[in-house]
């Protein structure tokens, strides 16, 4: 069995006493030991993770051209609003004497009566004239506004527009020499001028050669005008008596 030597494990009786050599177990061999040489490796260190580079864009410093529409917007002249004025107030009547049509301002704003001193001195003026003093009235007065309500538009171009509209209406059904503008709102709406074309003679276009007087209530209330129209009728009473010839 190849047994070098046999020790038991506790002391038997009667037995020769054992060997010390034979006590000592023999160490076994030691393996050797085989030692790897370890490479050595060199880390080296990771780079920096680059961050992604986000481009802003920012506005370019040449400033882009505007649109045509834009560009027209802003060149063009800022319109002032247009503001309504209110409507004027007066009433007129047309009369004919003779070669001349008469367009004289209502001072009560009625029909003329034939006691009226308004009228009496407007047939003073036509006999003074050498025109017929008993005027033919010629439809019914024209009174402004037209509507008392509405959203028509009812200023004085309007006005204006109106009167000369009804004066060439008029004009074309017989000849007129001249025509008699009497008070202010007459000479304003049959035409474009005011008080200071007063006792002139005024050439309007559709309408031909107008005289321009200070209405009857005036010249009732400041007798001293009255001077100014006898000039002013003088230079041109041959218009119309040329015409009666």
């Keep these: 069995m190849q047994v070098v030597s046999w020790l038991p494990r506790t002391e038997l009786p009667f037995a020769a006493p054992s060997r010390p050599e034979l006590l000592v177990l023999p160490e076994p061999p030691a393996e ?23 481009e802003v864009p920012r506005p370019s410093v040449t400033p882009r051209p505007a649109s045509k529409a834009v560009a027209d917007v802003e060149a063009a002249p800022v319109k ?49 004239a050498g025109l017929p003093d008993s005027p033919q009235i010629i439809g019914e007065p024209v009174r402004w506004p037209l509507l008392r309500r509405g959203s028509v538009d009812q200023g004085p171009e309007a006005a204006r527009e109106f009167v000369q509209g009804f004066l060439m209406a008029r004009l074309e059904e017989a000849e007129c020499a001249c025509l008699w503008l009497v008070g202010l709102p007459a000479v304003r709406f049959a035409s474009e001028a005011n008080a200071e074309a007063f006792n002139s003679e005024l050439e309007i276009e559709g309408l031909g050669s107008a005289w321009a007087l200070p209405g009857l209530e005036l010249l009732m209330d400041e007798p001293q005008r009255k001077a100014d129209v006898w000039q002013a009728m003088r230079r041109l009473m041959a218009r119309w008596k040329q015409n009666d010839e």
């Design 32 to 54: 050797p030991v085989i030692t790897r040489p370890v490479a050595k490796v060199a880390i080296a260190p990771s780079p920096p993770v680059a961050r992604p580079k986000i």
């Design 80 to 128: 002032a609003k247009a503001v309504l004025l209110p409507p004027p107030r007066f009433a007129l009547q047309l009369l004919r004497a003779g070669r001349c049509l008469v367009l004289v301002e209502l001072p009560t704003g009625s029909a003329f009566q034939s006691r009226d001193p308004a009228y009496l001195l407007l047939k003073d003026m036509l006999r003074a």
